[in-house]
Structures are given as C-alpha cells and as structure tokens.
C-alpha cells in the first residue's frame, strides 16, 4: 500500500496515514475543508480525482461518485469498477448513492413488523426468504448475505495489505463495520441504529459488558404504535444445534446465556447455506452471521432472517478451500490484493476471485474455475476471461475443471 499525498489546497497536504494516525487534527482540517467548501484530491494518479467532505458521528473523506476506479490501485481510495463485483446482478435502484453520501439499499428482510400472535409470525418469517429470479434476470433486492456482504466490503474487511498483517482483531473488525454502518440506510432506517456487534469478550469486565448488551436490546427493540422494532446482529458462529423443529446459535464474544432461537425455515437456511460443513470440518474457516431478531411472547430472542459470510483467520471471505490456499498465498507473499464479494450471484455470473492491486496501473483479474459447470458457466467464464484481458491486459486463471490441482504462478509484484 502506497501512502499517497491528499491536497487540501496550496498549504495543506496531507498523507491519509497521518490523516488517519491524527485524529484531533484531521478532524479540524476536515471541518474547515467543509465550511469553505473544498474539494481536497488525491494525487495517487494525473486524474487527481476529488472526494468530498462527509460527516456522520465525525468528519471523513467521501469518494465523489464514480471516482473509485481512478484511484491507483494501490490507493486506499481505490474502487472496483462494476464489471468485477457481483452488484452488476442486481436492478439499479437496489443500491443507489444518496445525494447525502449514504448507500440507499433494497432488501428482502424485514427491520419491523405489527404485532400478531405467535402463528402469524411463522408466517411471516417465512415470507422473508426471497424467491428463486429467472435465469439471467436482474434482482430487485438484496438478501441479508449480500447486504452482511456489502457491509463487509463499505469496512475494506475484504482488503489486504501486508500492513495489516497481527491487525485484524475483532475489536478491529468490529469498529470498521460499526463505522461503515452509518453510511448505509436499508427499509427508510440507519443500519447503525439497529445494529447490535457483540464487543471483545473480557471475564474480569463480563457483568459490565453483559449490561451494556441488554441496554443495547431494550434500546433497540421497543414497541411503538403498534410496531415492534427487530434489531440487526451480526457476529461469529461459535455453536450451533439444530434439531427438526428449531435451532440455536451462540456467537463467539457472547456467554451461553446469550441464545438466538430459530424455528423451522431457519434451518433450512442454514442447511442449504453450506455452513454447517465449515463449523465441523474446516478449522481455517469460520462463520460470520447476519440476523433479524426480536423477543418472543417469552422474551426469547428469535431469528426472523437469517444471513452468513464465510471468512478465513484474517476476516477475508473465504467461500471455498481454494479461496483458502490462494489468501494464504498472497499474504506470505505480502501482496496488496482484493478478495471480491459474489454478493447474490449464480454460476453464470462470472466475477474474479480476487483482484492483485500491485501489478501495475491496472490491478489483475485473479479467478478459481471449479469443476463440473454447465454448458452456460463455461460460456459465461470464456467471455469474462475475453472482458478482464480487454480492460485490465491480462487475467490469472486456475481451471480445476480441468482437473489441475496445481495453481498457475501468480503474476510478479510490480516494486514502487
């Protein structure tokens, strides 16, 4: 990763690690940068593309809309084009940029509903599993992986520099996708505002920290005119037992006191998402969920919706054991690379596994080809690889369908 310099104006320039090492400063810079209107750019290439100041619980830096892809790509600024990341799947109108900076989302899940009795909300839990798209169609929302997904990737969980390396701790992992759920807005509601992520667990501190979660709780869920509002968790998978009519999940960071209940199409969700095999079998795999919650008639906390994400040690996705190997790969290597987000895409979405940001002025295509795909994958893999060689020069292809255990040799990192 390259520090490359932010110029506020002819006196003011800045690296963003001493932006981000200097809090009490940067935060006066920013608000001055505002009240006079300035656009500071970054001069990480000749575009010198512009961001706009933003403010939240804070000032920060704003990308300007569009800007992402003309950052260097070994910019911290930097943003995949579309053509490498699973949104292209989705109608426009599912993520939109608001004019106030936040990331306007469509999902299929609820964040409320109106009191019923306790069969009417079997109903409705299962309404809120979307339905099966036509082959090849756009999709009108998001599910709750992709937005657990999206928010990973607002949080740059799914970058890697070798900086990072000892850094990724969950105290990390949690302020990142606690600061990047202020910027998202789903259902005409501020993620941050119904957003609960277990803090680190620490046993000489557990009666403070078990005190703050119910304050979050009540909180957040309330009754009010006759709505009772859900709360959003998110968190690692620690255990689960699932038994024909119902499930339970306790999060890592969180005491067995502290249980998330699911009836029965929760268990088929978590059945059909594959997870299970990662909690009992992989040990350099884990489980991050996404849940709907609300209390119950007997004040159990229940699971209406229900998402997952699988991640590595570093808090990278990691959907397969080949996405395993080649993470593990970069990271020896200390290279600067990007793990892409599937988000809701089908095999013939064809999007790269990972995207190397130190080859060059352009990054590289990275993409794992599994076997046994259909006619229409293959087609669809054939005119991606033509689409990343005509954008990016070249592409970096490991092709188990045919058989090849082997992965190709990873293109040079380019020194600065």
């Known amino acids: 990763m390259s520090d490359f310099l932010i110029r506020f104006n002819e006196y003011t320039v800045h690296t963003r690690q001493w932006l981000d090492d200097h809090d009490r400063e940067t935060q006066v810079i ?89 069969n009417e909300r079997v109903t409705l839990g299962s309404n809120s599993i979307p339905s099966v798209q036509a082959q090849h169609q756009k999709q009108e929302a998001m599910s709750l992986s992709a937005l657990l997904a999206i928010l990973w990737e607002q949080a740059e969980l799914n ?24 910027n998202i807005v789903a259902k005409r509601t501020q993620l941050s505002s119904i957003l609960f992520i277990p803090e680190s667990f ?39 037992e699932v038994n024909d009519k119902s499930v339970s999940i306790r999060l890592a960071q969180q005491g067995n006191n502290v249980v998330y209940w699911g009836e029965k199409f929760i268990t088929t969700k978590i059945e059909s998402s594959g997870c299970m095999d990662v909690l009992n079998d992989a040990d350099d795999q884990k489980v991050m969920v996404i849940m709907i919650i609300n209390r119950d008639d007997r004040d159990a906390l229940m699971i209406r919706d229900i ?31 990007i793990k892409t987000m599937p988000y809701d895409t089908t095999n013939d979405n064809v999007y790269p596994d990972f995207m190397l940001l130190d080859t060059g002025l352009k990054p590289t295509p990275l993409a794992i080809f599994h076997a046994f795909a259909s006619e229409d994958t293959l087609d669809a893999r054939h005119k991606a690889k033509t689409r990343w060689e005509a954008e990016y020069n070249t592409s970096w292809i490991w092709n188990i369908e045919h058989h090849d255990k082997t992965y190709p040799k990873i293109p040079f ?4």
Request: hydrophobic share 35%.
């Open 307 to 337: 998402g997952f994400l699988q991640i590595d040690d570093h808090f990278l996705p990691s959907k397969t054991a080949e996405d395993v190997v080649i993470t593990k790969v970069l990271i020896e290597g200390e290279r600067d690379f």
């Open 30 to 118: 920013l608000a001055k940068a505002k009240e006079n209107d300035v656009h500071p750019r970054c001069e990480c290439t000749k575009a010198s593309p512009s961001f706009y100041i933003a403010k939240r619980s804070k000032f920060y830096l704003a990308k300007m809309p569009g800007t992402g892809k003309l950052h260097n790509p070994a910019c911290t600024s930097f943003e995949l084009d579309g053509d490498v990341r699973g949104l292209n799947a989705y109608e426009k109108s599912v993520v939109k940029l608001n004019s106030d900076g936040m990331l306007a989302i469509k999902i299929h899940a609820p964040f409320s509903h109106k009191r019923v009795d306790r």
């Open 413 to 416: 990192k380019q020194e600065k």
């Open 202 to 240: 620490k046993l000489d501190r557990k009666d403070e920290i078990d005190s703050r979660r119910k304050e979050r709780f009540n909180s957040i869920m309330r009754h009010q005119n006759g709505k009772t509002q859900y709360m959003v968790v998110i968190g690692r998978i620690r255990n689960i």
């Open 159 to 182: 970058r890697w520099y070798p900086l990072f390396a000892g850094k990724r701790s969950w105290g990390v992992v949690r302020k990142r996708l606690t600061e990047a759920s202020e």
